[in-house]
């Protein structure tokens, strides 16, 4: 059972533009969501996090938002660039335990 | 410093032999977590341990065996595994859980070969 999940499996973007990646999770128990950068072999990177008692936090060029009654999260990206590229996981922790749960990933490319 | 140090970054290992991985923090995080990862997939929680102490076990099988001999050190211990567990290992650690969230960090993983 995928509690979070990114129902995109992939995204193309052109540089300099806006990308956005999803996330949908079903747990109304999780209240902390990350987002994570990952490169092949590589651990995780993280980006950028959200409280679910907030709908909106932005740092630098990402932005999350959070829609509660929704269950969905999103990050944006802009202007993208070609670093970018990667796969982008969302994460979400909730209850009382330290259980940090992926989405399923978005590998996304920026094109020059 | 934000660093988590796994060790080694690659290891290949016979269905019969015993390795261990091991991973090093020195933020002061008193949760640290095991992740499997296998390719095209999102990393898959094994084991979290809070305050040195096993609080998840995601029903992980007993060929793998973890210990944390303190507040900075996790291992992990391999025994009889099968050409399945082949995967990215990787470590994290964070604050434990508390009136503060706080992200994960985790280390660059190992990559594990079994033959």
């Known amino acids: 059972d995928q509690q979070v999940k990114q129902n995109s499996p992939s995204l193309s973007v052109q540089e300099g533009r806006i990308s956005i990646l999803n996330c949908d999770y079903t747990?109304?128990?999780?209240?902390?969501f990350l987002w994570y950068k990952k490169y092949p072999a590589e651990g995780p990177t993280f980006l950028i996090s959200i409280s679910s008692i907030k709908d909106k936090n932005e740092d630098g060029r990402f932005t999350v938002f959070l829609n509660k009654s929704a269950k969905h999260l999103s990050l944006h990206i802009v202007p993208s660039q070609p670093g970018d590229s990667a796969v982008y996981f969302c994460?979400?922790?909730?209850?009382?335990?330290?259980?940090?749960?992926f989405g399923t990933g978005t590998l996304l490319a920026v094109q020059p | 410093d934000t660093e988590v140090t796994q060790t080694p970054k690659h290891l290949v290992m016979g269905m019969t032999n015993k390795k261990s991985l091991k991973c090093e923090q020195h933020m002061g995080h008193r949760a640290m977590y095991w992740y499997k990862q296998k390719a095209k997939k999102p990393p898959e929680l094994m084991f979290v341990y809070s305050y040195e102490k096993l609080s998840i076990n995601e029903s992980v099988p007993s060929r793998f065996s973890p210990e944390c001999p303190n507040s900075s050190l996790l291992n992990l211990h391999l025994h009889a595994l099968q050409p399945e567990d082949s995967a990215l290992y990787l470590c994290a650690s964070s604050h434990y859980r508390g009136p503060r969230n706080t992200e994960a960090f985790f280390g660059q993983g190992t990559r594990l070969t079994v033959v």
């Open positions: 994460a979400a922790r909730g209850g009382a335990t330290n259980k940090l749960i």
């Open positions: 747990n109304s128990m999780f209240d902390y």
